[in-house]
């Protein structure tokens, strides 16, 4: 007996999830670059950035930077307010700087963005708050602990 209300349970909600999904609006692709332009985005995005930095170092080797660029998570506060994280952490193989030295790769520090913004813009958003600036740099790639805050802020009209 247990099976049977344990299937049709379950093709009762398989069934019943096409009425309960949202159709979301297709988005052009200019709407959606202007969207990720803005600095205070209500979308989840994670951008991937890899830099190559040829010749460097006496072995003239490539420099490999490979970071998380900006992703942004918002958060819904309440009705009329929302917290914007923009996260960067990059990490990187360095070649060696000198003769007989070693490689050197890891993390390099990082930092995140809060932006306190009003969740109603109505075509002008803006947002303010605080960059932490954290130590996650690895120790075996040479790069200084640095810890830091500071305020920024960012304005974006579409439109």
Known sequence: MKKRITAILAIGTLSSGQTLAQSAAPVSDTELSKEIENPVTRRITLPLRYEADFLDGPYKA???TFSIDQAVV??????DWALITRTKLPGEA??????GEHWAGGLSNGYTTFFLSPEHGEGFYWGA???LYYPSATNF????QQMGLRSVGGIHQSG
């Open 62 to 64: 490539t420099k490999d």
């Open 74 to 79: 918002p958060f819904r506060l309440n009705e």
């Open 94 to 99: 360095q070649p060696p700087k000198k003769l």
């Open 129 to 131: 708050g605080p960059v």
């Open 141 to 144: 790639g040479g790069w200084r």
